[in-house]
């Protein structure tokens, strides 16, 4: 399956690099989000990050940027791809609304980083055609896809989607559908803890992080991170997982919780554990 045509559902940092990713493949992109200025924001979002790849051998910006078309509502297309916030009640509309609007053929796919993808094949009448595509952030430079079969999903279902990643220029790694799948059961409680040792002033911040990156050779530290991922998003993963796995370890530290209520949500707010210009 080619997937001539793909469906982004979500126009915030995900949804528009998986745009942008998709639309430098040659592929037209439909673009999708219900809040106003949402799809403007992830066009000129994509020209500055298509301007500088370019110069790096990257896609031509104005052809791939002619290819991304902004619509109102969720329209036909070979693949949807759903990106938007961690809330399962929010992500089974969009695929009850896509499984009634989308050809019968057509593939659903969710970016989500945590909610069960099998629940989400449940609501529609093609099971076997949902799957989850769970890129990394920054999309366009990241080259992970973590592939994600639900307990329906079939396997001409994940051989196309495998096909696809590859030829976006990714690297797709399969998993099965457990809580967190497996880049979040690892990655959030990572964070948890150095939320810990922040909280219980084992360090500040910067050390945390400076250790993680020195320490463990990892390109950021897990606060860093986690003001990129945004703490609200941490905060909701990490939720899932309790729930789904009936673990105390799993539980968002106060701190997580208690930033968030004061609207310190990372890069997206302006203020995380770090402070953004």
Partial sequence: MRFEHVLVVGAGQMGGGIAQVVAASGRRVSLHDEMPGAG?????????????????????????LGRVFLVDEIVPADLLIEAVVEDAAVKEAIFRRADDLLPSEAILASNTSSIPITSLAAVTARPEKVIGMHF???????????????????????????????????????????????????LMPFVNEAAYALMEGVADAEAIDTIAKLGFAHPMGPLALADLI?????????????????????????????????????????????EYG
């Fill in 40 to 64: 403007e924001r992830a066009i000129a979002a994509m020209e500055k990050s298509l301007a500088r790849l370019a110069e790096k051998g990257g896609a031509d910006p104005a052809e791939a």
């Fill in 230 to 274: 945004g703490l609200d998003t941490c905060v909701s993963i990490m939720e899932v997982l309790q729930a789904g796995l009936g673990a105390s370890k799993y539980a968002p530290c106060p701190l997580l919780r208690q930033y968030v209520a004061a609207g310190r949500l990372g890069r997206k707010s302006g203020r995380g554990f770090y």
């Fill in 136 to 186: 990394f952030n920054p999309v366009p430079v990241l080259a992970l896809v973590e592939v994600i079969r639900a307990v329906q999903t079939s396997d001409d279902t994940a051989v196309a989607i495998v096909a696809l990643a590859e030829e976006l220029g990714k690297t797709p790694a399969q998993a099965n559908d457990f809580p967190g799948f497996v880049s979040n059961r690892i």
